[in-house]
DNA sequence: CCGATGGTTCAAGTATTATCGAACCATGAG
DNA sequence: CTCATGGTTCGATAATACTTGAACCATCGG
């Protein structure tokens, strides 16, 4: 699928807001994210994100999401590619209620 | 007070959620929000931020806030000096739900 | 084994942010 | 009027972040 079949992920409890508000504080990252709310999907497939944007940069941009703890990226355990998923638990464990403003948020951007 | 009496501000109904976050993603940048929370403060008073950082750095923190549509800075009706306000209500006009989890878990940050 | 597919990492260039001194501004106190 | 106080803006430099091509990796199909 990818490189390194695990990735690394921070931990639950170690969760950043700074991170995550500044992985959220793009919308193309926010958009990923909004795809994943209804559960995990292939990275190949959830690119309702531009088609015409490289590879490397899709993967960056995938990489600051995990990073922040804002989504998963692990080998897809039957099928090919990766799977993503939003760490809705996680992040709602350690910031209550922050998530779903936020995504919701951008629904009705006018 | 300060240089122009009457700064620009973002019109209540077109705050960007990207803004915001990003504003907000900075910790410094959070706590004024945080010691905002409770009513208006003097920006002389609010220096809850350090002491020890130069006026145009604050200046600055504060124009970041402000033009993400978070913060409101006016000159001091009564008194001298300039008055900071938490944009709450518009805020959470804009972005229900969002402004509260966010200032609320700093507060236990690990 | 081989190629195609899907994905990561690296490096380099560009762009955006942060920091802070210095100059400037506005007001209140004396 | 003048000075001290509190604050903004400007300009330069440093630090981060974004973007992308190229190289590399892993897996699946044939």
Redesign the interface.
């Known amino acids: 699928m990818s490189a390194p079949p695990e990735l690394p992920h921070p931990p639950a409890?170690?969760l950043s807001?700074?991170?995550v508000?500044?992985a959220?504080?793009?919308?193309a990252r926010?958009e990923i994210a909004r795809n994943l709310r209804e559960g995990p999907l292939e990275a190949a497939a959830c690119s309702a994100v531009a088609a015409d944007v490289p590879k490397s940069t899709k993967s960056h941009i995938l990489k600051v999401l995990r990073e922040s703890g804002v989504i998963r990226n692990e080998p897809n355990p039957n099928g090919r590619g990766r799977l993503l998923t939003l760490r809705r638990d996680d992040l709602e464990a350690?910031?209550?209620?922050?998530i779903?403003?936020?995504l919701?948020?951008?629904l009705r951007?006018?």
Do not use: M, V, Y
Not at 24 to 27: K, M, R, Y
Not at 94 to 98: A, D, K, S
């Open positions: 409890d170690s807001l700074s991170q508000l500044f959220l504080s793009d919308p926010r350690r910031f209550p209620g922050l779903d403003p936020i919701d948020a951008d951007e006018s």
